[in-house]
Structures are given as C-alpha cells and as structure tokens.
C-alpha cells in the first residue's frame, strides 16, 4: 500500500530546521560561516561537493513541490528549491567571485544574517506546522 505524505510540509518543515539550527549555530559561534567560506574558497574538492549536494537538495525540493497557485507554501518552497539549483551551478562555476561576495556581506553584518536566517527558519517551520493542519494525509 503506498503512503501518501505532504512533501511541501516536510520540505518546509526540515528546510526551516535546518536554517533555525544554522543561524543559532552562527550565534554561537560569531565568525563560523567565515572559516567556512574560506574553506570552501580554499578547497576545489569541498567546492565541487558542496555545489553538488546544494544542486541535489535543491532539485529535490524543486521536483517535490508542485507549482499551484491555492498553495503559497508550495510555490515559495519550489521558488527556494530553484534558487538553491542556481546557487549551486554558480558554485560550482564562479566560487571564487560568490564567496569574495559573501566575505564582503559577513564582515560587518555577521549577526544580522544569523539572526535573519534563524527568523527565515522559523517562518518556514511554522508555515509548515500550518500546511500540515491544513492539508492533512490519512
């Protein structure tokens, strides 16, 4: 028997997780996301793994949620899922000019993308509680 299950909820849901834990993580730890870039910049290897995990997430995301226009939270998460497929194809073609553009944006205003991306993660979370109070799966 195949089980339904509400692949924009839990999209949504996880993908809120995920930024929540990422932005508290970044206040915890002023300058993380920094060593990181650096890292990342520093490294072809973690470059092409990272673009290549970003582009599968996101096409993922992409593919799972459809694009109706009764349901916002599965447009917004499909919109998500499409700029996640060009973040990754930008890369992995152009890293050395993305993250110069990141270290550029963090420098100064660290905190204020951690606590965007924690606020950004529970906007998601909670949409997400509400897609599944409204779309229940038997």
Known sequence: MVQAID????????????????????????????????????SPALQFVCGMLELLVGA????????????????????????????????????????QFWLRNLAGMHRGWAFFTVLVGLALTLASCWHFTLNPVS
């Open 7 to 42: 692949a924009t909820g839990w999209s949504g849901f996880l993908l809120g997780l995920a930024a929540m834990a990422a932005g508290v993580g970044a206040l915890r730890k002023p300058g993380i996301w920094r060593t990181m870039i650096d890292e990342v910049e520093a």
């Open 60 to 99: 993922i995301v992409y593919l799972a949620n459809p694009f109706a226009g009764t349901d916002i939270l599965a447009c917004a998460i499909r919109i998500l899922g499409g700029f996640m497929m060009a973040e990754a194809l930008i890369i992995l073609g152009f890293v050395d000019i993305y993250t």
